[in-house]
């Protein structure tokens, strides 16, 4: 009876220690996330309508001349901005680099050796980031719109930039020569709160207004990419849903039919 009770006694303090790790996991992690929601605030995507093909051309047309140098779309064929109203020559005369033909998947040159060795780390397969951004931030493309425009200058950094929305993100920007430069100013309230405010250092090409439309239509080239058939899966589920109405009117009515006589 007493090795018994030891028994039981070790299996109890075993279960008991594991909780109390489990407790103490919970404890460290949890503030961690509620800081990170916390400050995380995300500007509202002006959702373009998918059938604005004007506005997903432009969109890859800023993907390939200024994103497409380091980041790939490896799961997207240049065939395929054909869906989006552009025809094969044009798409042959200003939107290939050297090289390549209209078939070929969108790869970079880069290799992942010099990526890594250039900025600490290969720059991520943009194919599906707006759905990847979207299981971590709940909105791709708010995340995505967001970070495109939350640049500053940091000379402390590699690359001189730095990110409000991806602290000390390995990442230059990009897009630079349109929204201009911007620096990060520390303000201090009455109540001792220290809040970061971006202020325009440097015109770009672009102004503030433009600037914000040509990203939000680069996000919405960045969400048709990560699923191209998205509008034809919708159009073929309305076509189902109307079928299955049909056919359940249908097949109600030819067994209200069959089964009138037999009792």
Not at 41 to 46: A, C, G, Q, S, T
Not at 67 to 82: F, K, P, T
Not at 97 to 102: A, L, P, S
Not at 241 to 256: D, E, R, S, T
């Amino acid at each position: 009876m007493q090795a018994g009770s030891g028994k039981g006694d070790d299996q109890m303090k075993t279960q008991a220690i594991k909780l109390l790790k489990r407790l103490a996991a919970v404890a460290l992690i949890a503030p961690a996330l509620a800081m990170a929601s916390e400050a995380m605030h995300l500007d509202k995507w002006p959702a373009a309508d998918h059938s604005d093909q004007r506005s997903l051309q432009y969109g890859a047309k800023l993907f390939i001349n200024y994103c497409l140098n380091c980041h790939g779309a490896s799961a997207i064929r240049y065939n395929q901005l054909l869906k989006l109203g552009l025809d094969e020559k044009t798409i042959t005369d200003n939107l290939l680099f050297t090289g390549e033909k209209i078939g070929d998947l969108m790869k970079v040159s880069l290799s992942r050796e010099d990526a890594e060795a250039w900025f600490g780390t290969a720059p991520p397969d943009l194919s599906i980031i707006a759905r990847a951004k979207a299981s971590e931030s709940g909105s791709g493309a708010d995340y995505l719109y967001t970070y495109l425009r939350k640049f500053y200058r940091d000379p402390s950094r590699p690359t001189g930039w730095n990110n409000v929305v991806f602290s000390n993100v390995g990442m230059p920007h990009a897009l630079w020569d349109l929204q201009g430069v911007q620096s990060l100013l520390e303000e201090t309230d009455d109540d001792g709160h220290v809040e970061h405010k971006l202020v325009q250092s440097t015109s770009g090409t672009l102004s503030p207004e433009d600037y914000d439309k040509a990203v939000a239509d680069l996000v919405g080239f960045l969400v048709w990419m990560g699923e191209p058939v998205a509008d034809t899966r919708k159009t073929i589920g309305i076509f189902v849903l109307i079928f299955l109405a049909v056919f359940y009117v249908l097949a109600h009515a030819l067994g209200k039919n069959y089964w009138k006589d037999i009792h």
